[in-house]
Each structure stands twice: as C-alpha cells, then as structure tokens.
C-alpha cells in the first residue's frame, strides 16, 4: 500500500469526520486525489465503515454495561473456530469476537443496558450454543482507553503563548 | 551610608546593553489574554512518548539521583555516538569527543565560551534564534550577521560567507534546518558552504537541533561531509525531535580539545546535567525511533495544512523545508511585522511571533509554528483569514 494510502487510514482513523478538503491540504493532494484513494480503500475493503467514538458515561441518562467474556468452545471439523465465531458475532449484542491463544479459546465482548441483561444472554444464548464449553464474564467497570484514545483526555495545551 | 554606585553599575556592561529577548514583549502582550491560540510556541505539541518518561521514573526509583559523569552519563554518550554513526554517518569517540548539555542551548554558550577569544568575529546567518548574538556577546565576541534573502528562501550562499569573512572570523553559527524561516540547506548547498569554512580555516557551529524534522529530503550534517569533521562542533538534543524541551538535555560532538575545553567549563559552572533527564534519553535513542517517525508524519501534514491555507489568504510562504515553522511574508498587508502580530493579537486572539525579532531582515515576515493540534490549527488559519481580508487595501 502507498504511503499516502497509509496516511490517508491514520487521519481517518483518528478522526472520521475529516472532511475531504481539510485531508486534502494535509496530505498535500487534490481533493479529487483524496476522493478517489478514499472509493479505492473503500472497494478493496480497508475502510469498513466511519464511526464515531462516544464516551458513553458522559451521556446523560446513559445507562449501559460491557461485558468481556472467555469462551471456551468445541472447534469443529472443516471449518475450524470460524463457524461458532459466526454463530457468536451474528447475536446484535456482541461487539466484538476474536478468536485467542492461550487460557480460552473466544473473547466475546458484549454490550447490553444492564447487568441481568448481559447475564441473561450469556446464560440463555452463549452458554447454550452446542459447541460452547463454559463461559466466564468479567464486567467492565470503568473504560479509560479504547481503540487507541484515552477516554476524556483533554487537549489542553501545556506550553507558554509564546516562546523562542 | 551612601551608596558610592547607582544599583545598575553593578551589572556588567555587557549584559546592562543586552537587548532582551523580542519574544518576551509578545509574550507578556499574548499571556494576560484569554483565549489566544497560540501559533507562537517554538516546541512540540506532543507530549514526551510514553516510554521515554516511564523511564526517567524507573531510574529515580532505582535510586540513580547523583550526579553523573561531568560529560554526561557514559552509557548516555555512547548511545549518542551510535545514534550520530547510524543516522548521519559521523563518527565520534564516546570517550573524548561528545559532551551531554542542559539543552543544545548551553551547548551553544559552552562552545562560544570555550572559543571566543575578546574582539574574535562569529557570523551569524539571520534571521535565526534569538539566542545565538547574545551568546556570542556573552562570550567577549563580536556577532556579524548576514542578512540572507527571501527571494534565495534564506538560504545562505556561499558568496555571502566569502564577503562577511574578516581576518577576525572564528567561527559561523548555522542553524539547519532554520528556525524561524523552516529554511533548509540539503547536501549540495552545505557542500559549498563547507568549502568557504575550510578554506578559511573556520570552525561551524552547527546546530542541528531540528535534523530530524526534515520532509523532502535527507539530512546531511555538515559534519559529514570530506575534511569537514575538524572544522565542525555539532550541537543538537532532544527537545524538538522527541518532544523533551523541558528536559534541558543536549549534546555537542566535536574536536577532542573542543569539547575537552568545553567539560572544562562546564564542570565548573553546571557539574553535570540532570541525571533522570540523562537516563530518558538514554531510552529516547534505544526506542525512540517509532514516536519520531509518527511526530514527523503528523509535522508534515500540519506543513501542507498551513502552508495552503497562507496561498488561500494570499500570503506569500514557500514551503519550509524542515523544523516546524513557516515564515510568510505579510509584505501584502502593509503592516510591519509587528504591528501584524499585534493587531492580529488583539482582534483575533491569533499569537504569532514578528520576523523582526530573529533579526533585520526578518522583518515583513511572521513565524508560525505549527507545532499544534489540527483544530487549532484550522481555527487559527480561519482567524487570520478573515483578520487578513479585513485590512486588504
């Protein structure tokens, strides 16, 4: 991959609201240029989406919990993990699945409105799903850093107005 | 009891006729004002990576707060060395010819000092930092300064060097790449100048603080370049390349009895330089390769960034070769520098910092860092804009 290509996913990875003109002055390219890489990255599948990162305990009346839960399983034969991955992901609730070395074999993360909610998908829906072993749930209790950015870190600037 | 002498006497003439620094009237103009962005800070945005600090806490915690060698930590300089073999292809002996400073800025008053005999000539390429003819008036020295132009993007020539060279020349300071203009003199345009310089018998102060921050094209030091290694005392740090100016930490590499001279100094007036700031570099040069490459990347952007929005306002600005500053002219306004810098201060809490402060012909030119954040970098251009099409004639 180019190194403008690369740099182009950096900024926007960072901040998906970039509009193409401020990309454009930053990487010192047309916005034509920008628009074109941006439909290339977005057809070959290197972009998958624009999201936005929300910090969700600054949301009035927000109310919700995160779960990360160890999932041992029973691969099975031919396709490995990636079927019972596939049965995990498509549940909306889960945010995340990666499949894992060591202890356990699936991280699953999920998010749900609250505690029994959670509880009562990874009793009633994970747990039960043929291939699954055990489950074991570890509730977030507070997120400081996620997906690279620390969470209300704020940009003030520590340097004097003006200095040599 | 009278006093036989006004309390003023006491200073010595040469610092009672120091000018003081022009930064620190737009310093206290722009510090009791609320909500300025600040185009007008000379040092990274980015905090000191991570690794680097974590390490300075782990040698406080392992009990390392003595002092350290008077040169400077031994593990320290020979990580110095390697970084000066590796990266610029010069080599010095970790022994005997690098001294670990409080900033490349006491490298500078260190090497002045141990150089400059009363009435010697140092040349200086203006505009450029403000420190460098104070340092030289410090050390008994006379400061010549070459007036470069804007239309050879400051760059200094070679017939420049040849007509300001007297018989009293010692030595050619030579900041590359420049602050304030962002100029920056590649391999070919430093090999003439090194021809003046050995011809001459000078010694070039070569201040290579900002060589990692070069966008287009390799860095060269002059010190590398044939016959050029006895002629040259490089001096540079940490503070702009891996974002660690309030660490005071620097370095000088050069001849054996320069730097000798230089310890001498040193070992006399500052002992050594701060121990924990010693063992974070030390991790800075192990390390510190990955948070140099991505503040460089993000330097480079906010250039593109900044320079374009000038060309939208219609402010002549080349394209600074290195460092983080961009030097446009505002000839167009018809304001002098300063009133610029003012004006724009107070209508649109936008600080900037005069040319006219790093010296005459600096003047019809402002520095901007862009050393900050996108969004303010991009609020800070929509205020000049407007500030700008405000007073067209």
Redesign the interface.
């Known amino acids: 991959m180019k190194e403008k290509e690369r740099?182009l996913l950096?900024?926007i990875e960072k901040n998906g609201r970039?509009d193409i003109d401020?990309l454009g002055?930053?990487?010192?390219l047309s916005n034509d240029e920008i628009q074109s890489m941006l439909e290339e990255l977005e057809t070959v599948g290197a972009i998958q989406g624009y999201s936005a990162l929300i910090d969700w305990s600054k949301v009035l009346d927000y109310e919700g919990v995160t779960a990360m839960i160890d999932v041992k399983v029973t691969p099975t034969r031919g396709v490995g993990f990636d079927k019972v991955a596939e049965r995990i992901y498509r549940f909306p609730e889960v945010k995340a699945v990666y499949l894992m070395s060591g202890a356990y074999d699936l991280s699953v993360s999920i998010e749900g409105k609250t505690m029994l909610e959670v509880s009562r998908f990874v009793s009633e829906k994970l747990s039960t799903l043929e291939s699954v072993l055990s489950t074991t749930t570890h509730f977030v209790l507070k997120k400081y850093k996620h997906d690279g950015i620390i969470l209300g870190d704020d940009?003030e600037?520590k340097?004097?107005?003006?200095?040599? | 009891m009278t006093l036989k002498r006004s309390p003023h006497s006491y200073l010595s003439e040469t610092v009672a006729n120091l000018k003081p620094?022009g930064?620190r009237r737009?310093?206290d103009l722009?510090?009791q004002m609320e909500n300025?962005i600040?185009l007008?800070?000379?040092?990274p945005?980015f905090v000191t990576p991570w690794n680097v600090i974590e390490a300075s806490y782990h040698s406080l915690e392992q009990g390392h707060t003595a002092y350290t060698a008077n040169a400077g930590l031994p593990e320290l300089r020979e990580e110095i060395s390697t970084y000066l073999r590796t990266q610029f292809h010069i080599s010095y002996s970790s022994q005997d010819q690098l001294i670990v400073t409080v900033g490349a800025s006491q490298g500078i008053d260190l090497a002045l000092r141990a150089i400059v005999n009363p009435g010697d000539e140092v040349i200086i390429v203006g505009p450029t930092?403000?420190?460098y003819e104070s340092a030289v008036l410090l050390a008994g020295g006379i400061p010549v300064t070459i007036q470069t132009c804007p239309e050879d993007q400051f760059k200094l020539t070679p017939v420049q060097l040849e007509k300001a060279i007297t018989s009293k020349t010692k030595a050619v300071i030579l900041c590359n790449p420049n602050?304030p203009t962002g100029t920056f003199l590649n391999k070919k345009e430093l090999t003439a100048i090194a021809e003046v310089i050995k011809q001459h018998d000078l010694l070039i102060l070569s201040d290579e603080i900002y060589a990692e921050l070069t966008y287009d094209e390799p860095y060269t030091s002059v010190a590398s370049l044939e016959g050029m290694k006895e002629h040259t005392l490089l001096i540079s740090g940490f503070s702009k390349a891996f974002a660690m100016t309030g660490w005071r930490l620097g370095y000088a590499a050069g001849p054996t009895d320069i730097i000798q001279a230089m310890i001498k100094i040193h070992q006399y007036t500052m002992m050594c330089a701060p121990t924990m700031a010693q063992y974070a570099a030390v991790e800075a040069l192990k390390n510190g390769e990955n948070s140099v490459r991505e503040m460089k990347?993000s330097y480079k952007?906010?250039r593109?960034?900044i320079v374009?929005?000038f060309d939208n306002m219609g402010l002549e600005c080349p394209m600074p070769g290195g460092a983080f500053y961009a030097f446009p002219s505002i000839r167009s306004t018809g304001f002098t520098s300063e009133e610029f810098a003012e004006a724009l201060l107070m209508e649109e809490q936008v600080?900037v910092?005069p040319g006219s402060v790093f010296g005459q012909n600096g003047e019809g030119f402002i520095r901007c860092s862009y050393a900050?954040?996108?969004?303010?970098l991009?609020e800070a251009t929509k205020r000049m804009k407007r500030f700008v099409e405000k007073h067209a004639n």
Do not use: C, W, Y
């Open positions: 740099e950096h900024l970039l401020t002055k930053l990487l010192n940009e600037d340097r004097m107005v003006v200095s040599p | 620094s930064i737009f310093f722009a510090s300025v600040s007008g800070v000379g040092e945005d930092f403000v420190a602050n990347i952007q906010r593109h960034f374009q929005a600080a910092v900050t954040s996108l969004k303010r991009n």
